[in-house]
């Protein structure tokens, strides 16, 4: 079995296959298209590593330079499936669950990216020790011109291949309050940097509330699978899934403004009426995502303004868990109050059969 030093020789080799390969990426948007290669020495399911993957170290966060500052596998302190998982005890600890190792569409910065509106983050797999880059297509919420974007400076709505235009940052580093622009699915930004906080999750009952489980596939099979926050930024609300799917994953039916502040975020469909779940249809409870993206009723877990949207009878308060300034409502007597108060590849969040939000590790044994 041969064995590679590092991951930019196979990146640059993969590269010029993936430029030939643009009919394919056009018709599957996966990374179907490169051939076939001997495996590095690979950590992933099943095999041993001396750390969690995390996300690749590099400046300028997800654009610019191409990376993504993470760290090593989490150490849950009240996870949904663990109570104080440690990290580094194998490939399961990370969201990889490739069989093999990565070969397509590999990366080292945005740069070496052949399509339009592609961007290079990590893939949350390793081999000898180097973390796996890999260019995937734009998660940023759609455009018709740059002012539907954030700002002109930082942002062009760029077509992002094979089709629609997105607003896409064009500089270093991310801000918070459009860290859903910015930072790919389970990733946040702290401190001008995408951190990564992927959780692993074979299903959504591993994920906490508010979550889903997020499948990443390839040529070969899934790649990773890890929770990813719902409630992300969108625009098209005539058509949603230019805004709410990404990589086959849906993060909801529905582009609406669910908590009423002026901006609408995806959102999945109400019981079965059809319709968008917001607010202002419960009846005093707020919206809750169900399995899936797409599928949400009214409950007691979800989106809020103030502490009024929220059952104070129950013990319920409007927390911002995350760095967008969006609140949600969970119960009082948690052990965080904030993402940023966990560690690397956790989320501060109410674990998935309710309570009050703690430090989540997905299904990290």
Request: with cysteine; hydrophobic share 25%.
């Given at each position: 079995?041969?064995?590679?030093?590092?991951?930019?020789p196979?990146?640059?080799?993969?590269l010029?296959?993936?430029?030939?390969?643009?009919?394919?990426?056009?018709?599957?948007?996966?990374?179907?298209?490169?051939d076939?290669e001997?495996?590095?020495?690979?950590?992933?399911?099943?095999?041993?590593?001396?750390?969690?993957?995390?996300?690749?170290?590099?400046?300028?966060?997800?654009?610019?330079?191409?990376?993504?500052?993470?760290?090593?596998g989490?150490?849950?302190?009240?996870?949904?499936?663990?109570?104080?998982?440690?990290?580094?005890?194998?490939g399961?600890?990370?969201?990889?669950?490739?069989?093999?190792?990565?070969?397509?569409?590999?990366?080292?910065?945005?740069?070496d990216?052949?399509?339009?509106?592609?961007v290079?983050?990590?893939?949350?797999?390793?081999?000898?020790?180097?973390?796996?880059?890999q260019?995937?297509?734009?998660?940023?919420?759609?455009?018709?011109s740059?002012?539907?974007?954030?700002?002109g400076?930082?942002?062009?709505?760029?077509?992002?291949?094979?089709?629609?235009?997105?607003?896409?940052?064009?500089?270093?580093?991310?801000?918070?309050?459009t860290?859903?622009?910015?930072?790919?699915?389970?990733?946040?930004?702290?401190?001008?940097?995408?951190?990564?906080?992927?959780?692993?999750c074979?299903t959504?009952?591993n994920?906490?509330?508010?979550?889903?489980?997020?499948?990443?596939?390839?040529?070969?099979?899934?790649?990773?699978?890890?929770?990813?926050?719902?409630?992300?930024?969108?625009?098209?609300?005539?058509?949603?899934?230019?805004?709410?799917?990404?990589?086959?994953?849906?993060f909801g039916?529905?582009?609406?403004?669910?908590?009423?502040?002026?901006?609408a975020e995806c959102t999945g469909?109400?019981?079965?009426?059809?319709?968008?779940?917001?607010?202002?249809?419960?009846?005093?409870s707020?919206?809750?995502?169900?399995a899936?993206?797409?599928?949400?009723?009214?409950?007691?877990?979800?989106l809020c303004?103030?502490?009024?949207?929220?059952?104070?009878?129950?013990?319920?308060?409007?927390?911002?868990?995350w760095?967008?300034?969006r609140?949600e409502?969970?119960?009082?007597?948690g052990?965080c109050?904030?993402?940023?108060?966990?560690?690397?590849?956790?989320?501060c969040a109410?674990?998935?059969n309710?309570?009050?939000?703690?430090c989540?590790?997905?299904?990290?044994?």
């Amino acid at each position: 079995m041969s064995q590679i030093k590092d991951a930019k020789p196979i990146a640059t080799k993969k590269l010029a296959i993936a430029r030939s390969a643009m009919a394919c990426v056009l018709l599957a948007l996966v990374f179907g298209c490169g051939d076939a290669e001997t495996s590095p020495v690979y950590i992933g399911p099943g095999t041993g590593g001396s750390t969690g993957s995390g996300g690749a170290s590099g400046s300028g966060g997800i654009t610019g330079s191409g990376g993504i500052t993470g760290s090593g596998g989490a150490a849950g302190t009240g996870g949904t499936a663990s109570t104080g998982g440690t990290g580094g005890s194998g490939g399961g600890v990370g969201p990889c669950v490739a069989s093999t190792p990565p070969d397509d569409f590999l990366c080292d910065t945005d740069d070496d990216c052949a399509f339009s509106g592609w961007v290079c983050i990590d893939s949350g797999c390793k081999a000898d020790g180097a973390r796996i880059k890999q260019c995937v297509p734009s998660w940023a919420p759609s455009c018709s011109s740059v002012n539907d974007c954030p700002n002109g400076t930082d942002y062009e709505c760029t077509t992002v291949a094979p089709g629609g235009e997105r607003c896409v940052r064009v500089t270093g580093g991310c801000s918070p309050a459009t860290e859903t622009y910015d930072c790919a699915p389970g990733f946040s930004c702290e401190g001008g940097t995408c951190v990564d906080r992927r959780i692993p999750c074979d299903t959504y009952q591993n994920c906490p509330k508010s979550h889903i489980c997020l499948t990443v596939s390839g040529g070969l099979g899934p790649i990773a699978k890890y929770c990813a926050r719902v409630s992300r930024t969108c625009r098209d609300v005539a058509v949603p899934e230019n805004d709410c799917s990404w990589l086959g994953n849906s993060f909801g039916s529905f582009c609406d403004d669910v908590d009423g502040d002026g901006t609408a975020e995806c959102t999945g469909e109400r019981g079965a009426t059809g319709e968008a779940c917001v607010n202002a249809d419960c009846g005093g409870s707020v919206c809750e995502t169900g399995a899936v993206g797409s599928a949400a009723t009214c409950g007691d877990y979800g989106l809020c303004r103030t502490n009024n949207d929220c059952d104070l009878v129950g013990g319920f308060v409007c927390v911002g868990l995350w760095q967008d300034g969006r609140k949600e409502c969970v119960q009082t007597g948690g052990t965080c109050d904030q993402v940023t108060d966990c560690d690397p590849q956790q989320v501060c969040a109410a674990p998935r059969n309710g309570g009050p939000p703690s430090c989540q590790a997905g299904n990290v044994p």
